[in-house]
């Protein structure tokens, strides 16, 4: 799903106002009159950002960030707030929101937090699925070339790991390039470099 910002606001002219800002600067973006009605749309595969009034009928924005954090949502938020909510805002950063930007705002830098907040998502996302896919193709891998990998790791070279697993070069020779290849790496450097971002190093 392509990355957008998500403003949730019951402020009839401030959604108009920062719907027409955004897409005027080449943001894509959603507008809801609630965060109920966000809530309701709300599914993990949604991408961008939530710019979100922290004061209004019914849920309020601190309340609505609460509820995403529980369905597991990593959206960046961006708080919209009055001057009297921003120690509501700060707190609501301490708890892990992306920003706040006081009304009234300035329109270039509420802009720039915005493109900054779904930079960092499309970041996130695709660190996550680059994770996943290291993580699926470990899967694919026989005990004895997880312990062939293993110790090419620790920069054994083949004759040390055909004596320590007790099997000739030829065999270790054959695990490698097998293992290598099941990664989609090159050398031992690329499978380290893959490995680390999963703490397996």
Excluded at 80 to 109: Q, R, S, Y
Excluded at 142 to 150: A, G
Excluded at 165 to 180: G, P
């Amino acid at each position: 799903m392509s990355a957008r910002a998500y403003l949730v606001d019951d402020d009839e002219a401030i959604r108009d106002s920062l719907g027409w800002l955004l897409e005027s600067k080449g943001v894509a973006c959603l507008a809801y009159p609630s965060a109920e009605d966000f809530l309701a749309a709300w599914t993990c595969e949604l991408a961008g950002c939530v710019v979100l009034d922290i004061r209004m009928g019914g849920m309020s924005g601190p309340e609505l960030f609460e509820q995403l954090r529980q369905r597991g949502s990593q959206l960046p938020v961006i708080f919209l707030t009055g001057h009297g909510d921003v120690p509501m805002a700060v707190a609501a950063i301490k708890k892990g929101a992306f920003d706040f930007v006081e009304k009234p705002f300035n329109d270039n830098e509420l802009v720039d937090r915005v493109v900054a907040a779904i930079e960092t998502d499309t970041r996130q996302r695709s660190a996550a699925s680059s994770l996943g896919s290291t993580q699926a193709l470990l899967a694919r891998l026989t005990q004895r070339e997880r312990q062939v990998m293993e110790l090419v790791l620790a920069g054994k070279f083949n004759k040390v790991i055909a004596d320590e697993l007790n099997i000739s070069m030829r065999t270790v020779e054959v695990h490698r390039a097998n293992l290598f290849e099941k990664m989609g790496v090159k050398t031992a450097v690329e499978l380290a470099q893959r490995l680390s971002a999963l703490g397996e190093r």
